[in-house]
Nanobody
Framework: QVQLVESGGGLVQPGGSLRLSCAAS????????MAWYRQAPGKERELVAS???????NYADSVKGRFTISTDNAKNTVYLEMNSLKLEDTADYYC?????????WGTGTLVTVSS
């Protein structure tokens, strides 16, 4: 079993920045892929950004150029740097780590963008 603990969420004004962290209880060096998802009220969970073991990244069109996913293998942590935040970025953000073939999920951290 792998535990994922997200942190870094909070209230921010439009145009502001936040950095989310996801600390894993197991080495992420052996993970096949890592990702951040989000779920806004009344909407389905959607992929925000992903990164493979090889370092390849993928972003939702809505966050390209504003969000950056990265990892720190020494800290077993996945990050999501979020800049130029918009009202529509408000959601619960979930970390996902795949140790093939099993996907593990964190419990989420709330990001609220509001003036």
């Amino acid at each position: 079993q792998v535990q994922l603990v997200e942190s870094g969420g909070g209230l921010v004004q439009p145009g502001g920045s936040l950095r989310l962290s996801c600390a894993a209880s197991r080495s992420i060096f052996s993970a096949s892929a890592m990702a951040w998802y989000r779920q806004a009220p009344g909407k389905e969970r959607e992929l925000v950004a992903s990164i493979t073991r090889g370092g390849g990244t993928n972003y939702a069109d809505s966050v390209k150029g504003r969000f950056t996913i990265s990892t720190d293998n020494a800290k077993n942590t996945v990050y999501l740097e979020m800049n130029s935040l918009k009202l529509e970025d408000t959601a619960d953000y979930y970390c996902n780590v795949q140790y093939y073939p099993i996907n593990y999920w964190g419990t989420g951290t709330l990001v609220t963008v509001s003036s």
